[in-house]
């Protein structure tokens, strides 16, 4: 079982920036690829960005790509999504995920086991 807990949402113009962290407890947390996830009122929940479990590899998607960077510190336990150029329609919950089983290298859309209690992001036009 992996616990995680998200932080650093919060209210930003559009425009500005915004850094989540995610911090893991509960399991070794570099056996588990991480991800990001969203999800807006009234819309399904939304991948954004994953990260294998030693960091060597990213996936982002399409519609975030250039704007988010997802990074980890398995040494604090930790993953962190910088967001970029916000806009109002990144308004909406961001979720932190873990994943085990998955090969070291590799990261997923799918799949993910655990999930955070999600932060808020209000970004304002």
């Known amino acids: 079982q992996v616990q995680l807990v998200e932080s650093g949402g919060g209210l930003v113009q559009a425009g500005g920036s915004l850094r989540l962290s995610c911090a893991a407890s509960g399991r070794t947390f570099s056996n588990y690829a991480m991800a990001w996830f969203r999800q807006a009122p009234g819309k399904e929940r939304e991948f954004l960005a994953a990260?294998?479990?030693?960091?060597?590899?990213?996936n982002y998607a399409a519609s975030v790509k250039g704007r988010l960077l997802i990074s980890r510190d398995n040494a604090k336990n930790t993953v962190n999504l910088q967001m970029n150029t916000l806009k109002p329609e990144d308004t909406a919950v961001y979720y932190c995920?873990?994943?085990?089983?998955?090969?070291?290298?590799?990261?997923?859309?799918?799949?993910?086991?655990?999930w955070g209690q999600g932060t808020q992001v209000t970004v304002s036009s």
């Open positions: 995920a873990a994943r085990g089983s998955i090969p070291a290298g590799a990261t997923a859309t799918t799949g993910y086991n655990f």
């Open positions: 990260i294998s479990r030693s960091g060597s590899s990213t």
